[in-house]
């Protein structure tokens, strides 16, 4: 593996140890003293010893990661460095490994945890771990690893920058609804649901029984078990197994790329829009994403496990529109299609969907702090 870059210093107590080993040579020739020279050639030999142990640590290493398949914004994680002593002779001592991690080829504010590995004997391999924090979503790029030596006492340092390119996707910022805000959102789309289908028992699940009520409907009093209950009515109860449908449009139109306020909105409403898919997801609904990436694009989610990854991702590598507006999100209702448009907003200015407004569940950027917790 051929370096990248090469650096080479000499420390403050190198440069003190040197000199006083020039002093000392000095005094051995005018003095002619036999401990003088002797005194001289031992440190002499310290130095060289410690500055050709220090150019030999760094050759001959290979370094390889093993990272995360992913990981959300904000979140401490941690991944293992694997470094092979490939020498057969020579082992492997005071190694330092520093990572550089890039986002949209910036360096990242926190760049990883130094790995330090004090000792790996020849063709053997030592695994460490290094933390990171991810700082934003997307792809986060590992671009190469510098390795830094000073073999014992510490005279010299000797760094040298090798190539290893490793990519990680990193989720947006994982966050979770307050369900007592959220409850009324779901109670009101329960109504529109319950409103335009008819309750026929024949689309549910027997769940078990109960007592009955009054205001309970005597159809379904399960009569054979009653029976055996004395002074009891047992009522059938049932579970709605019907699939319904929600789309979520998400407003990603930021026409000035300096606008930090609206570019934040968009951040919070991508985290709102995952855990708004999770949630309706979990109450059993077919869930439709839309947005402009800037690109249109759309993910289709079933009631099913690791379906709300697939719109992670998608979210992940999500890049704000300059040109295309809310209201191009849904151009017309599909006949077909009896479902709720959940809209979530990053304007002020007003929207109009083609779509009956009894149907369309309005959420503002301001209004989703309240409603959503974050993780980490």
């Known amino acids: 593996m051929k ?47 410690s500055l050709a142990l220090t150019l030999l640590m760094v050759r001959r290493v290979e370094i390889t990661r093993v990272l995360p398949d992913s990981v959300h914004a904000n979140e401490p994680f941690a991944y293992a460095v694997r470094v092979r002593n490939t ?29 330090h590995v004090p000792i790996a004997a020849p063709r053997e391999r030592v695994r460490a771990t290094a933390f990171a924090t991810a700082t934003q979503r997307g792809w986060a790029r590992f671009a190469s690893v510098d390795l830094t030596a000073e073999f014992p006492p510490g005279l010299v340092t000797y760094r040298v920058t090798l190539p290893a390119e490793d990519q990680m996707l990193v989720y947006p910022r994982e966050g979770a609804l307050q369900r007592r805000v959220l409850n009324p959102y779901l109670s009101r789309v329960e109504f529109l649901d319950l409103v335009a289908t008819a309750t026929t028992r024949g689309s549910e699940d027997f769940a078990g029984v109960r007592e009955y009520r009054p205001g309970d409907n005597p159809r379904w009093i399960h009569w054979r078990l009653s029976a055996r209950v004395p002074g009891r009515t047992l009522l059938k109860e049932f579970e709605d197994t019907r699939v319904r449908d929600a789309l979520i449009l998400l407003e990603t139109f930021v026409p000035n790329p300096a606008d930090t306020r609206r570019a934040s909105r968009l951040e919070r409403a991508i985290s709102f829009s995952a855990a708004l898919a999770e949630a309706l997801l979990a109450e059993n609904y077919l869930v439709r994403f839309r947005a402009f990436v800037p690109d249109p694009a759309e993910v289709v989610l079933e009631p099913r496990k690791g ?58 950027a301001d209004d989703m702090r309240s409603m959503m917790y974050y993780a980490s």
């Open 307 to 364: 379906a709300i990854a697939e719109l992670k991702h998608a979210l992940a590598t999500l890049h704000a529109s300059r040109t295309h507006a809310a209201s191009e999100l849904v151009k017309e209702p599909d006949p077909s299609r009896d479902e709720v448009y959940f809209l979530l907003r990053i304007g002020d200015e007003p929207v109009a969907l083609p779509v009956p407004p009894e149907r369309v569940v309005e959420i503002h």
């Open 87 to 115: 020498r057969r002779m020579l082992p492997l001592f005071c190694l330092k490994i520093e990572d550089r991690v890039i986002w949209d080829t910036r360096p990242a504010p926190v760049q990883p945890t130094p790995v």
């Open 3 to 49: 370096p990248l870059s090469r650096s080479f210093r000499v420390n403050v107590r190198g440069g003190v140890f040197l000199l006083l080993t020039l002093a000392v040579g000095y005094a051995a020739v005018h003095k002619g003293s036999n401990l003088l020279f002797m005194i001289f050639s031992v440190l002499a030999a310290i130095f060289v010893t």
